[in-house]
C-alpha cells in the first residue's frame, strides 16, 4: 500500500472560503482604501457569509491581467447515487501576480449540495480523469507523484490516505475503467519503451522519422486490493486505441481505434470496437461513415449512443444515435435538425439526456429508451459544453455571459448552481451581451453573439471587433466570451464592440450549414464576414471606418483574408496560427485528408490556379491593413511557415503596410502556457488600440516589448 497523505472526510462546515481566500492572496497591486475592503471581505468570508464584495459605484472595466487569473469547473463526475459531485477547478498560474509560468493545473473538490463543497487533495496535486469507482466510496484519479509515470490513485470519500491503485511498470497511464463490481480497473497506457532506441537516442542518435515510428496504446487489466497488482494482464486492442468504456455488465467494452496515432486517421478512420474482454475478441466493429464524438453505454448493456458525422464529408459529429453493439446498427434521433448534440449521459432508469446547441443557444435533451423525445429542459441562458449524471440526478458544465464554466445541477423544474468560482467578477462593470441576427448578400441569416461596450454605444458607432472561430466546424454560444486570444469584456471595457460571428460552415445550424462552405474557400464564409460589419454599421452599433477582424487557425484564416483580399473593409488584424497560402499549407499539416474531405473538396494539383487565389499571400498587392501575426513554433496542425509567408509576402512587396509577427517557443496550435496566454493578450488590445480604436492606418507600431504586470511589489502574493 502506498500511502502519501491523509485526507480530511468531507463534512458540512464553511465551503467556499477556502476558493475565496485564495482569490484574496492573489490579487495584483492595490490602494491601501482596496486593502481594508479586501480585510473586511475576508474577515466576511471567514465567517462564512455569502456576499458580493463590490458595490456598482466600484465596478471597473475588465483586464488582460484578470484573464490570466480566470477559474472554471473543468471535468465533473457525479457519484454512482448522485449524492455528491467531484469536479476540478482548472486555473492557470497566475504570472501577473508572480507565479512561476506553467500550463493548466487542476484542483479536485467535491460537493454535496449548493455551495457546500471543499477541496479533497493537496494544491501540488493536478489531478485528471477524475471518476467515482462502481460503489460510490472512492474518488480515483490519475496523476504521476514526483519522478514516477502517470498511474491510478485513490481518495476514500468518508476520509482516509490517497494511495496508488494501479500502474503499468515503465509507462504513464493515459485513461482507465473500472470494472462493474469495482474488483478490476482497466488501463490504457503509453506504448513500452524501446530501450534500443532509449540507448540510441542518449548517445545522440535521435533522428526522428517522420510518421513511421507509431507508438500504440496498450490495454491491461488489473486487481485491486490492498497492495498494487504487479502483474496486470494484457488485453489485445485494435490498432492505436484513443478511449475505451466497460459496459455494466462488465462483459465487453467499446473500444475508440483508429490505424494510427496520426491526428488524421483520428477525424477520417476512427471507429469504434465492440472487445469481449474475456477473449479479447474483437466482436463487431460500428461503420460509422464519418467523425466520431461522445459515445456512451446504456446501463442494461444492450445499446449504446454516439454523437457521429452522418458522412465522411460531415465536418463535425453532431448528429446523435443509437447503436446496436451487436449488428452495428445506427438509428439517427436528430437526424437533419438545424442542432448540434454536444454531449450525452445515460440515466439510471435508460434514459438518455443530451446536450443541444441550437445556434447560439443551449439547451438540455431527455429521450426514451425507444428514442422518443420525453422531455426538453430550457437552457435557460446557459452555454452548456458538457453532462454527468449518477443515479438520475443531472449535472451539467455550463457558463453565462457574466462568468466561466461552474457547476449547476437540473434540480426537476431549474437549473442551480452549485459553485462560484472567480468571486472578484462582481466588481466587473460588463457589456451587455446578446444574439445577433442578419441577413447576408444572397438572403441567408445568420447569427452569431454581440457584445457590446461597457457604457453603450456611442453615436457614430463603436470601433467593432469581429472575433471569427476556427475550424470552420465549430460555433460561438451565449456564454463566456472573454479568453487571452478572445478580446470580449476586455474589448468591451475598452470601449469596443466585438462580434462572434457563426458564418458559414459553423455547428449548430444543421449539417447544410456547416457543408456550405465546402469546395468554395473563402466564399460565402468570409463574405458573410464582411456583411456583418455592414449590417452592425447600419443598425448604428459599429462604426465602418474602425472595424477590425481577429481569429485563430481558420479564424486565423479569415483574418489574413480580411487584411489582404477585403483589406478595404478592415482597419487592423490580429491572426494567430493561421493559414496564408492553401497550396503549402497542404505539404505541411497533419490533416491532409481531413483538409480535402470536409474543407476543399478538391486536391491542389486539380486546379493549382484555384487553390492560390483562395490564399491570402495571392492579394498582398492589396494589403494595407496593419497586420500582427502570432504563431507557435511547434504548431504541427498549421505550420508556423504559414506565417512567416505572409509576414514575408507583406514586407516584400507592401513594405508601407505595418506588419509583426511574434512566436511562442514550444507553442503549439493555440497557446498552452499561462505567460505565453497573458502575453497574447496583452499584444492584441495593443495592436487595436493603435490602429483600430485610432482609425489610423499609419500610426507607429506599438514596441515589440509590451508592457507587463509581472507582480506586485507591495508584498502581496
Known amino acids: 500500500m502506498n500511502v502519501i497523505e491523509k485526507s480530511p472526510s468531507l463534512g458540512r462546515g464553511d465551503a467556499l472560503a477556502p476558493r475565496a481566500l485564495q482569490w484574496l492572496r492573489r490579487r495584483r497591486k492595490i490602494s491601501p482604501e482596496r486593502k481594508q475592503m479586501l480585510k473586511l471581505t475576508k474577515s466576511a468570508l471567514l465567517a462564512g457569509a455569502l456576499i458580493t464584495p463590490f458595490t456598482a459605484a466600484q465596478a471597473r472595466v475588465m483586464t488582460a491581467e484578470d484573464v490570466a487569473k480566470l477559474e472554471s469547473v473543468g471535468q465533473i463526475a457525479v457519484s454512482p447515487d448522485g449524492t455528491r459531485i467531484a469536479y476540478t477547478v482548472a486555473s492557470l498560474p497566475d504570472v501577473t501576480s508572480g507565479e512561476e509560468d506553467g500550463t493548466t493545473r487542476q484542483e479536485l473538490m467535491v460537493a454535496w449540495e449548493k455551495d457546500q463543497a471543499r477541496a479533497f487533495l493537496p494544491e501540488d496535486i493536478s489531478p485528471s480523469t477524475v471518476k467515482f469507482s462502481p460503489d460510490g466510496r472512492m474518488i480515483a484519479f490519475i496523476w504521476a507523484n514526483d519522478g514516477e509515470k502517470r498511474a491510478v490513485w485513490g481518495l476514500p470519500i468518508d476520509g482516509g490516505a490517497y494511495r496508488k491503485l494501479a500502474a503499468v511498470d515503465g509507462a504513464h497511464v493515459r485513461s482507465y475503467d473500472f470494472s462493474p463490481d469495482g474488483s478490476m480497473v482497466h488501463l490504457l497506457v503509453a506504448a513500452a519503451e524501446d530501450k534500443g532506441r532509449s540507448g540510441e537516442s542518449k548517445k545522440g542518435f535521435d533522428a526522428v522519422v517522420y510518421e513511421e515510428e507509431a507508438q500504440l496504446n496498450r490495454l491491461f487489466s488489473a486487481r485491486l486490493g490492498d497492495e498494487i497488482d504487479a502483474n496486470p494482464r494484457s488485453v489485445a486492442i485494435p490498432g492505436y486505441v484513443s478511449a475505451f468504456q466497460v459496459a455494466p455488465n462488465g462483459q465487453w467494452a467499446a473500444v475508440e481505434s483508429a490505424p494510427t496515432p496520426q491526428v488524421d486517421d483520428s477525424y477520417t478512420s476512427k471507429r469504434v470496437h465492440i472487445v469481449d474482454l474475456a477473449s479479447g475478441d474483437v466482436t463487431r466493429v460500428v461503420e460509422t461513415p464519418g467523425k466520431i464524438g461522445d459515445v456512451e453505454i446504456a446501463p442494461d448493456s444492450m445499446k449504446m449512443s454516439m454523437i457521429a458525422g452522418i458522412d465522411m464529408n460531415d465536418p463535425a459529429a453532431t448528429t446523435l444515435y443509437y447503436v446496436d453493439p451487436v449488428s452495428g446498427a445506427m438509428t439517427a434521433l436528430n437526424e437533419g435538425a438545424a442542432e448540434a448534440a454536444v454531449d450525452a449521459e445515460f440515466l439510471a432508469d435508460g434514459r438518455l439526456a443530451a446536450v443541444i446547441h441550437t445556434g447560439v443557444m443551449s439547451d438540455l435533451r431527455i429521450y426514451s429508451p425507444d428514442g422518443s423525445v420525453a422531455q426538453q429542459i430550457d437552457g435557460e441562458n446557459l452555454s452548456i459544453s458538457s453532462i454527468e449524471a449518477g443515479g438520475n440526478r443531472i449535472a451539467v458544465r455550463a457558463s453565462t455571459a457574466q462568468h466561466p464554466s461552474e457547476l ?160 478595404d473593409e478592415f482597419a487592423a488584424g490580429v491572426m494567430f496560427v493561421g493559414i496564408s497560402n492553401q497550396i503549402s499549407k497542404f505539404g505541411t499539416t497533419d490533416i491532409p485528408y481531413e483538409m480535402y474531405n470536409v474543407h476543399s473538396r478538391a486536391w491542389p494539383w486539380d486546379d493549382w490556379q484555384k487553390m492560390l487565389e483562395v490564399s491570402p499571400i495571392y492579394h498582398v498587392d492589396k494589403a494595407e491593413t496593419p497586420l500582427l501575426i502570432m504563431h507557435g513554433d511547434s504548431d504541427t496542425r498549421v505550420a508556423p511557415s504559414q506565417s512567416y509567408e505572409l509576414y514575408r509576402s507583406i514586407k516584400v512587396r507592401k513594405p508601407e503596410t505595418p506588419v509583426r509577427l511574434v512566436l511562442y517557443p514550444g507553442e503549439g496550435h493555440g497557446n498552452a502556457r499561462a505567460a505565453s496566454r497573458y502575453d497574447y493578450n496583452v499584444r492584441m488590445m495593443e495592436w487595436f488600440d493603435t490602429y483600430l480604436k485610432t482609425g489610423d492606418r499609419d500610426a507607429e507600431m506599438p514596441d515589440p516589448r509590451p508592457e507587463l504586470d509581472l507582480g506586485s511589489d507591495d508584498g502581496e502574493s
Not at 430 to 436: D, I, K, M, S, T
Open 408 to 567: 449547476y445541477v437540473w434540480k426537476g423544474a431549474m437549473w442551480e448552481r452549485w459553485t462560484s468560482h472567480n468571486p472578484w467578477l462582481a466588481e466587473i462593470d460588463f457589456g451587455e451581451q446578446r444574439p445577433y441576427r442578419y441577413t447576408a448578400t444572397d438572403g441567408t441569416e445568420i447569427e452569431g453573439v454581440l457584445v457590446l461596450p461597457v457604457g453603450g454605444v456611442p453615436a457614430g458607432g463603436a470601433p467593432l471587433i469581429l472575433d471569427v472561430h476556427g475550424g470552420p466546424e465549430a460555433h460561438d454560444s451565449n456564454g463566456w466570451t472573454t479568453a487571452y486570444s478572445g478580446p470580449g469584456q476586455v474589448a468591451a471595457g475598452q470601449g469596443y464592440a466585438v462580434f462572434q460571428p457563426n458564418y458559414r460552415g459553423s455547428t449548430g445550424y444543421g449539417v447544410a450549414f456547416a457543408k456550405a462552405h465546402q469546395g468554395r474557400y473563402t466564399d460565402p464564409e468570409f463574405r458573410d464576414l464582411v456583411d456583418a460589419k455592414r449590417a452592425l454599421a447600419a443598425d448604428g452599433i459599429a462604426d465602418a471606418d474602425r472595424t477590425g477582424i481577429t481569429g485563430g487557425s481558420y479564424g486565423g484564416y479569415a483574418t489574413a483574408w480580411g487584411s489582404t483580399y477585403y483589406s
